[in-house]
């Protein structure tokens, strides 16, 4: 799935092995699990939301009309939870009221893919090293 091949190529992993993270999306549900109910529980025990900004996730359901995305933003603005954008392409996301005012990864502002392809890998790392830091400032 798409979830599955971004978050590959975010290198996540090591984070998950030194327990600072677990690693779940949408992806994961399983035929036969009730999915609205799988994805309130694990916002409910989540308190990190990475969202990974495009131009195709800001114009889909669930960024603009989902309870998922309602849910995860209410969590942000209670301060029980904190919602990350990463940005892998260009797009509009200053524009979106509960997204525009949000640091967001990389640092620099600039999407993963404008950068060349050789430098992609080092954009999707530096992504992931500025998250670790959430974890130790």
């Given at each position: 799935s798409l979830s599955n091949k971004l978050l590959s190529?975010?290198?996540l992993l090591p984070l998950e092995k030194l327990n600072l993270i677990r690693i779940w999306h949408r992806g994961k549900?399983?035929?036969?699990?009730?999915?609205?109910?799988?994805?309130n529980d694990r916002i409910q025990k989540s308190m990190i939301f990475l969202i990974l900004l495009s131009s195709d996730y800001l114009s889909?359901?669930?960024?603009?009309?989902?309870?998922?995305?309602r849910?995860?933003?209410?969590?942000?603005?209670?301060?029980?939870?904190?919602?990350?954008?990463?940005?892998?392409?260009?797009?509009?996301?200053?524009?979106?009221p509960e997204l525009g005012d949000l640091d967001c990864l990389p640092k620099n502002?600039?999407?993963?893919?404008?950068?060349?392809?050789?430098?992609?890998?080092?954009?999707?790392?530096?992504?992931?090293?500025?998250?670790?830091s959430f974890f130790y400032d």
């Open positions: 190529k975010l290198e549900i399983k035929p036969g699990m009730k999915t609205a109910k799988e994805i889909s359901k669930i960024c603009s009309h989902d309870e998922e995305y849910l995860i933003i209410n969590k942000h603005k209670s301060k029980s939870g904190q919602v990350v954008p990463v940005i892998l392409s260009p797009c509009l996301w200053r524009k979106i502002q600039r999407p993963i893919s404008g950068s060349r392809e050789w430098n992609k890998k080092t954009a999707f790392n530096q992504v992931v090293e500025e998250f670790h």
